[in-house]
C-alpha cells in the first residue's frame, strides 16, 4: 500500500470531510497539519510537482495575506509564490492528499479517491 500523507487544516470543512472519506475506507494517512508545521519552499516545489501545477493555483486569492501581501501581481514568479506560502501557510490551498508521486487537492473532497492505489 502507497503511503498516504494529508495535508490538513482541522477548522476547514471540506479537509475534515477528506480526511473523513478516507478514513470511511480504512485508510489512516499520516496527517500534516501545515499551518502548525509549515511546509518548507523545496516542499512546496516538490508538492506543485506532483499536483503539476503552478505555485499560483495552489494560492487561496481569498486569504487576507492574499491581499496584504500584493499576490495577484501576475509579475510575481513561482519562488516568490512560494517563499509567500512558505512564509503564510494559510495560502496553502487545501486539503491536499499525496500518494506517491501523485498528488490532488480535495476539493471537492471527493477528489482525494481519484488518486487512491
Not at 38 to 43: I, K, R
Amino acid at each position: 500500500m502507497t503511503d498516504l500523507t494529508l495535508y490538513h487544516n482541522p477548522r476547514c470543512s471540506k479537509s475534515r470531510a477528506a480526511l473523513e472519506i478516507l478514513e470511511a475506507r480504512g485508510l489512516a494517512p499520516t496527517v500534516v497539519r501545515y499551518l502548525d508545521t509549515p511546509l518548507e519552499a523545496t516542499q512546496l516545489r516538490s508538492l506543485l510537482g506532483k499536483l503539476g501545477l503552478s505555485a499560483r493555483q495552489l494560492l487561496r486569492s481569498g486569504e487576507d495575506e492574499y491581499k496584504a501581501l500584493n499576490l495577484a501581481d501576475a509579475s510575481l514568479s513561482d519562488e516568490q509564490l512560494i517563499a509567500a506560502m512558505a512564509a503564510h501557510p494559510k495560502l496553502i490551498e487545501r486539503p491536499i492528499l499525496v500518494a506517491g508521486d501523485k498528488a490532488v487537492i480535495g476539493r471537492p473532497p471527493e477528489k482525494v479517491l481519484e488518486i487512491l492505489p
